[in-house]
Structures are given as C-alpha cells and as structure tokens.
C-alpha cells in the first residue's frame, strides 16, 4: 500500500486572530498560508490592535506581498463580515461560543475551517506519581499567561493516597502568588463567580486571596472539587484551578467525562504502560491555543 500527500493552496484563507498569543498564532497561521500558495485576509484581534500592527510591518518588511495579505480591521464586525466574504477556508481562534456561531455560517455556505477553541483541560496525578513535579506542572499549566491559555490545567484529578501531598505542595506555590491583571475584566468577574459557586457547593480554598480591583484576579485553587461544579464545566480564561480527589481510574474517567471540553490532558506516573493506557481511554485531541470573548 502507498499513500500520496498533495499539497495544494485553497485558495483565499480568511484568519480571525487571537489576541493571548498575538505574535505567535497569528504569525504562525498567516505564515503558513501564505507559504502554501493562498491569499489571507487577517482579522487581528480588537484587544490586541498594537501587536497586529507591528506583526503586520514585519511581514511586510519580511517581503510578503501587501495585496496577498491584507489586514483588515481589529473589530467584530469585521470578523462578521469576514465570514460572508469570497473566502475558500477560515481558520478561527477563540471562544466555543463565537465558533459555534461561525460553524454555522460556514455550514450555511458548505465552506471548510479550523477551528481552535475552548478548554478546560484535566491533569491525572496517580498514586505512583512525583507529587512535587505533579504539583509544579499544574501551577505553570493554571497560571501561564496569567491563565489566559486555552490548554491551561483548570481540573486536577489526584488519586486520594496522594491528595494531602499534592495540595501541600501546591500551597507552597501558591503562597508565593500575587494578583493578576486580566486582559478582559469579564474573565476575572467570571472566575470569581465559578469560585464563589464552587465554595457554596462544598469546595474550599488553599488559600484566602486578599481583596483584588474588578480587572484583577489572585491564582486561586479550589480543594475537594467535584465534576458537576461549574468550575468543572465551563471555559474560564483566569489563574483558578479545581482539585478532585479520586479512588480508581474508572471513578476519575468518570468525573473527567463530565465536562464538555476535552482540548488537553497530562498524566503524572512512573508507570509508562498505565500513563499510556489512561491516555488512550482520555477525549482529550490535539493541542492549541484559544481566547474568549467577552460573550
């Protein structure tokens, strides 16, 4: 058997562009289309319009021909109108709620797309796991960016023989934490309102954060988490992690099941063999990064 692997240009590639990686994904996207033979109409993200603009001078200092790869302008209505342009794929970064919404437009016109969206990954920390790595990752995986990446930790799922260490660790870490400036104040007005619900439900506090401004959020950790939590279930684009203790693999497939997004997922263990099983069993697809709106 053999396969052949056609590469051939689409056409025009409409990209609406992120604004948490602004330099990087949108870079990467129009680079690449570009290279594969196609025009781009780049929609920059409204948040980060001086980003776009520099990125923009770069790729016209770099040679790529202006009329190939207009930027048009940062604001939704021209993400909108894209969508109803002569365009042969769009390749779209950001909420699950503005994909949907473009899913169906592109549907309407049977035209194809890429499509990176939300998350609210999981990490596994078995009973054989290095408790202390486990815990570093999970902190650097909710707080990168100040959380405001889409292949970020939001849930912790840590077998209860190693619970008590695991959140020890974590304290250690996030006892060094301050307060955060957020690029869109509603993401921090949404963590605080998954936390508060997340307490009222039975969920505590590593630590007490001190009193933030409104475009502010402390990295905040959630204790004794259980998967039908809200925190467990949406998208948030903020430092706050949720811990879920759990007794066998099928109780923490269970759980992890619960949440509709499955973006990413890490597991911690010495047993490559039952790292490998577990993963296989796991929803979780391909890596990528997102940014909401402020739907």
């Known amino acids: 058997e053999r396969d052949t692997v056609h590469r051939r240009p689409r056409g025009v590639i409409a990209i609406i562009g992120t604004w948490n990686y602004p330099l990087f994904l949108n870079g990467t996207q129009i680079i690449q289309a570009l290279t594969a033979g196609n025009s781009v109409l780049w929609k920059p993200s409204e948040v980060a319009p001086a980003s776009a603009a520099a990125l923009h001078t770069l790729l016209m200092q770099a040679g790529f021909p202006a009329d190939l790869c207009p930027m048009l302008e940062a604001t939704r209505e021209a993400g909108q109108a894209l969508t109803d342009a002569a365009i042969d794929h769009v390749v779209f970064t950001g909420s699950a709620i503005t994909g949907r919404a473009i899913a169906r437009r592109l549907g309407e016109r049977l035209i194809s797309s890429t499509l990176e969206l939300s998350g609210c990954d999981a990490l596994f920390v078995l009973e054989d796991a290095d408790v202390a790595l486990a815990a570093r990752a999970a902190w650097f995986g909710a707080t990168l960016n100040r959380g405001q990446t889409c292949l970020a930790v939001?849930?912790?799922?840590?077998?209860?023989?190693?619970?008590?260490?695991?959140?020890?660790?974590?304290?250690?870490?996030?006892?060094?934490?301050?307060?955060?400036?957020?690029?869109?104040?509603?993401?921090?007005?949404?963590a605080e309102r998954l936390v508060r619900d997340a307490l009222t439900e039975g969920g505590r506090l590593l630590l007490d954060p001190p009193p933030v401004p409104g475009d502010e959020c402390s990295p905040l950790v959630v204790l004794d988490a259980r998967p039908e939590m809200a925190l467990c279930q949406e998208a948030s684009f903020a430092p706050v992690v949720a811990v879920l203790p759990f007794d066998?693999?099928?109780?923490?497939?269970?759980?992890?099941?619960?949440?509709?997004?499955?973006?990413?997922?890490?597991?911690?263990?010495r047993d490559e063999r039952r790292g490998a099983r577990l993963a296989a069993e796991l929803r979780a697809a391909v890596p990528g990064a997102a940014a909401p709106t402020d739907d």
Not at 169 to 176: T, V, W
Not at 248 to 269: K, V
């Open 154 to 190: 939001r849930r912790a799922f840590v077998q209860r023989s190693v619970y008590a260490g695991f959140c020890a660790a974590l304290r250690g870490l996030a006892e060094k934490a301050v307060p955060v400036r957020l690029a869109l104040p509603a993401q921090a007005r949404l």
């Open 248 to 269: 066998s693999l099928d109780e923490a497939l269970g759980m992890e099941a619960r949440c509709p997004y499955a973006l990413g997922a890490s597991i911690f263990t």
